[in-house]
């Protein structure tokens, strides 16, 4: 079982034995002509006398050495005779993990994910950052949450590094600095200084409060703020790449920059401030990534973005442009995208025509679902590699993300981290049977593969609701919905499911969560990693079930049912406090800080329950 599927593998007849001294000294190196003409490409021959690797490249050598070690793990000592020739569909292929909603992974859980994510030929790892790096000057602002410090991160880097994986350093640097813009000393910074009313112009049938998150570009502070952000978290990456973000710029136009923006049009001060950040980037000897949806909201500005790409490079970054000719020489494009039917190839044709370096972004859907929705994501991420494919993106990278607080663990996501591995390497190749196989042996560590087994179905378990939502499934959002007076836009419509969902559809989706707990619950994983995935899956799976609960005791409030509605009630509130014990219990296993930011819609169930009432 090899994940992902090489191009072409051919089994012979026999079995090569490896010696148990030494086993690397029956591996020889053939001359590299013979390989795949393809930085990654290689040739991998196992005979009855021996092993033998191809490639014309060290990044040739090492994917064949992660298909080789797959095969140990596969067959132990006794290796099939075969020959593989292999090279990947994308050349870059990442995973972005985001650390500002609330989770913060320990630093040996990165390098046990970069292990892991290395083992199936991903080469770049992100780490989605808002406030979450332990900026000197801005102790304030990130103390409490378990920010990343610059010594973590570079002992990361240099894991990294080994592996093969390229760490890119990831600051948003436009939108999304809601906590900054908290702050008082920044404050002044912000394109407005309170929340507004939002609702329509987001395609929601009622308003929200939106706090402010977006940087003025205009104001003469935005740019020293954002040297002192760079200059403190640049060095500690090695990579010739900075993901300056730049997405969802919400607030932009609203407040100090009005008038600028209505003189010289939103998308022109848009434009041109992310060509501000370009010249930072570019003067700090790196290459500047950035989320693509804002620009394409603009199509005619796409060429003059082009064009700001292909400016000739400064002198200190010539030799950068001859080292590493697949990457753009100053500026490429992330295009995200998280449902099934994203128009992906629709905007992909775009950044192509206008020959602007691109990748391709779809999720993991996990975000407020606790357990996943796994249909809907494994749609997303072959959309994404079709479109990819058909137009040249440079790139493939999945993201996960953690709206609405992040609650859900790292378990849930595995599957789906999986299955983006494969489609990046080879994107007609995912095969569901396969990937669960591997993630047993190689992340679950689990021989009788029911954690991987009911991990997957468990992301189905929302099917049997027979609704659909954005971002959200109501096993995710019903448990984790914020106080209707804080007029938050996540979880928005958790506490509103319960009066479209039958009793019975309800019922069943408890039943199927219920039954993959069952299975879950027989499975012996052989080592700690597996034991704590194990946990938190369940864990994650125990929340989901507290979706259904809450439903039903909706349900029976609003039909008058005073002696169920007490039953539920009480039943809930042990639940829900002996989930509370168990989630700052598992915790510290794998993630920094205290759980406090992910966990606080557990209480405000407790109160529901205690109050009888939910509006």
Known sequence: MLLPRPRSLRLRAGKFILPKRNPLACL????????????????LTISKSGIEI?????????????????????????????????WPDFARRGVMLDISRGRVPKLATLLDVAEKLAGFKINELQLYTEHTFAYRKYKSIWQGCGALTAGEIRILDAHCRKLGI???????????LRHFLADPRLKKLGELAAPYECGGDAGIDETFLRRPTTLAPNHPGTLPFLRGLYDELLPNFSSRIFNIGGDETWDLGRGRSKKLCAEKGKGHVYLDFLKQLQREVAGRNKQMMFWGDIILNYPKLIPELAKAGRAELPVSQRGLKQADPQVSPTIFALNWGYEADHPFETEAAKFAKAKIPFYVCPGTSTWQTLIGRHDNALANLRAAARAGRKFGALGFLVTDWGDGG??????????????????????????????????????????????????????????????????????????????????????RNG?????????????????????QRSCLHRAKPDSKSGKVLKL????????????????LWQQAVTAGKTSEVKRLAQTGRRVLRQLEKDFNRLWPMRNKATPRHCTPFLRRRMEDYRRGDWH
């Open 495 to 515: 506490l509103k499911w319960f009066a479209r969902i039958s009793r019975r559809n309800i019922l069943s989706a408890l039943k199927e969560i219920r039954s």
């Open 406 to 491: 992040h609650p859900q663990p790292l378990a849930v996501s595995w599957p789906l981290f999986a299955a983006g591995a494969a489609l990046a390497w080879n994107s007609g190749s995912l095969e569901e049977e396969t990937m669960l196989a591997v993630l047993s042996r190689d992340v679950f560590e689990d021989p009788g593969g029911k954690v991987a087994k009911s991990g997957f179905k468990l992301g189905f378990a929302h099917q049997r609701l027979g609704v659909t939502a954005v971002n959200e499934t109501p096993l995710g959002t019903v448990i984790a919905a914020p106080n209707p007076a804080e007029r938050e836009l996540f979880c």
């Open 28 to 43: 020889t190196i053939a001359d590299g002509r013979s390989a795949p003409n393809h930085p990654e490409g290689y040739t």
């Open 166 to 176: 390229d760490l890119v350093p990831n600051q948003n640097s436009f939108g999304h």
């Open 536 to 551: 938190e899956l369940d864990l994650a799976a125990r929340m989901a079930e507290q979706s259904c609960r809450f439903m």
């Open 54 to 86: 191809s490639s014309r490249e060290p990044a040739g050598w090492r994917a064949a050495m992660a298909t080789l070690r797959q095969l140990r793990r596969q067959f132990g000592r006794r290796l099939p005779c075969l020959k593989i020739r292999d």
